[in-house]
């Protein structure tokens, strides 16, 4: 785990604040529409991504490489605040999409309408 870096913005690690989320989604689009994917395949040592490949064209099993971040005390404590006020009263599906989260990110972006319904 990375531990001298400390992720200070959920939005810096794509996520959304839920407790801010219409500014927060606007910050997360604005990043994601700057980054360069060619660039990301630094982000994990390259003899691992090498095995993986392997093991995805020959149709092994593998296990994908886990991406943690350290976040800042404040961070933290906005995710636990969501955390405890909508988990009670929101479905599982809804919770993650406060936070941005979504199997499918380009449905997220072709159905903003539906996005901006829900009540934050």
């Keep these: 785990m990375e531990m ?3 992720v200070e913005s959920a939005e810096s690690v794509f996520v959304v604040n839920p407790m801010n989320a ?3 989604l606007i910050k997360v689009k604005k990043k994601i529409e700057t980054l360069d994917f060619t660039e990301l395949g630094s982000a994990y040592p390259i ?3 090498d095995k993986i490949e392997e093991s995805v064209v020959s149709g092994k099993d593998f296990y994908p490489p886990k991406c943690t971040f350290l976040p800042t005390p404040g961070l933290l404590r906005a995710f636990i605040r969501a ?3 909508f988990s009670q009263t929101d479905s599982q599906e809804r919770f993650l999409l406060r936070f941005g989260l979504v199997d499918d990110i380009q449905w997220y972006f072709r159905n903003e ?3 901006n319904k829900i009540k934050v």
């Design 22 to 24: 219409k500014n927060s």
């Design 4 to 6: 001298k870096n400390k």
């Design 113 to 115: 309408e539906e996005i």
């Design 47 to 49: 003899k691992e991504m």
């Design 83 to 85: 955390t405890l006020k």
